[in-house]
């Protein structure tokens, strides 16, 4: 996955029946877009938008799109096309707040890099840190494969730039209904 927004008005409560729908809605010639929707019988109501990079078997270059990807996911992508340029800010400003973090060993996927999901979890963090509520809008774009060990965090405003000790950005967190505030 190269790129991640999720939009929560109001995470669906406990016991909340829930109605899911995912549809492919664009696609590139490396890349496609897949929309899911959870919306809850009370009002709960969570949307995310996933940018997905097509890689050869070995997971480290884009390819094109398997034969046979237009015919199933076509008709929803209706003719929509997508790219897979990133849209954040590579680098912070200096000066910015920094905060530690670490990778587990436990969150390396089969390819032996970080799990994209796992990225979420330091957002997540510094939201719960924060005293963040709903509405929450938080886009992320994964820019280099991380390892286990040590990282760091850097916050400015709406963004949030997780990087490995060596300074590289592993991903960029937008967030434009939220400041971050000082790290405690």
């Not at 997508?82 to 969150?107: E, I, K, N, T, Y």
């Not at 796992?118 to 719960?128: F, I, K, N, T």
């Not at 963040?132 to 938080?138: F, G, T």
């Amino acid at each position: 996955m190269r790129r991640l927004r999720l939009r929560v008005e109001r995470f669906p409560r406990f016991r909340e029946a829930v109605a899911v729908a995912t549809w492919c809605s664009g696609a590139g010639s490396l890349v496609a877009e897949r929309r899911s929707t959870v919306r809850g019988d009370q009002g709960g109501l969570v949307e995310a938008v996933a940018l997905w990079v097509h890689l050869d078997p070995g997971g480290a270059r884009p390819r094109p799109m398997p034969s046979g990807f237009e015919a199933v996911y076509g008709p929803s992508a209706a003719g929509r096309h997508v790219r897979a340029r990133l849209r954040h800010p590579g680098a912070a400003p200096g000066g910015v707040r920094s905060a530690p973090w670490r990778f587990r060993a436990a969150d390396l996927d089969l390819a032996d890099h970080v799990n994209n999901a796992v990225y979420w979890q330091a957002l997540e963090e510094q939201l719960a840190a924060d005293h963040a509520r709903e509405p929450i809008d938080a886009e992320v774009e994964h820019r280099a494969p991380g390892d286990a060990g040590d990282a760091s965090l850097l916050l400015d405003g709406e963004m949030l730039w997780i990087t490995a000790p060596s300074g590289d950005v592993l991903a960029t967190f937008l967030c434009p209904n939220y400041r971050f505030e000082p790290v405690r």
